[in-house]
C-alpha cells in the first residue's frame, strides 16, 4: 500500500521562507513522478510543480516565479518544496502526491495523481 506523508507545515510571516517534505512507502519512489499542490480555503486544488523521476525534468506553476524549488532524494524515497519570499496568497493546504503511471513525463491536472498525502497546513501571514 502506498503512502504519502508531508511534514515542515506551519506558520511564517510574509518574505520568509519553509521547506516541506513528503515521505513515500510502500513502492519505489524513483519509478513515479511526484507532483505537489494545494488548496486554498473555498478553492480548488491547484498544481504547484512536480518533478519526474529521475529529477532529470521539472515543471512549477506559473505563479511559483522562482520562489519555489522541487528536488527528490529518490534513496531516501522524499520529495520536497522549498518555499521562499512567501506571499500571504500562498496560504493554503499542501498536498504531495504521485503518478504511478509515469515516470519521466510529467503530467500537471490533478486527475493524473493516484495517490495524495494527507496535506500540511502552510499560513503566511502579512
Known amino acids: 500500500q502506498v503512502q504519502l506523508v508531508e511534514s515542515g507545515g506551519g506558520l511564517v510571516q510574509a518574505g520568509g521562507s519553509l521547506s516541506l517534505s513528503c515521505t513515500v512507502s510502500g513502492r519505489t519512489m524513483s519509478l513515479s513522478v511526484m507532483g505537489w499542490f494545494r488548496q486554498a480555503p473555498g478553492s480548488e486544488r491547484e498544481f504547484v510543480g512536480a518533478?519526474?523521476?529521475?529529477?532529470?525534468?521539472?515543471i512549477y506553476a506559473d505563479f511559483v516565479k522562482g520562489r519555489f524549488t522541487i528536488s527528490r532524494d529518490n534513496a531516501k524515497n522524499t520529495v520536497y518544496l522549498r518555499m521562499l519570499d512567501l506571499k500571504p496568497v500562498d496560504t493554503a493546504v499542501y498536498y504531495c502526491a504521485r503518478d504511478i503511471h509515469h515516470r519521466e513525463e510529467i503530467l500537471t491536472t490533478r486527475d493524473e495523481f493516484d495517490y495524495w498525502g494527507q496535506g500540511t497546513q502552510v499560513t503566511v501571514s502579512s
Open positions: 518533478i519526474s523521476g529521475s529529477g532529470s525534468s521539472i
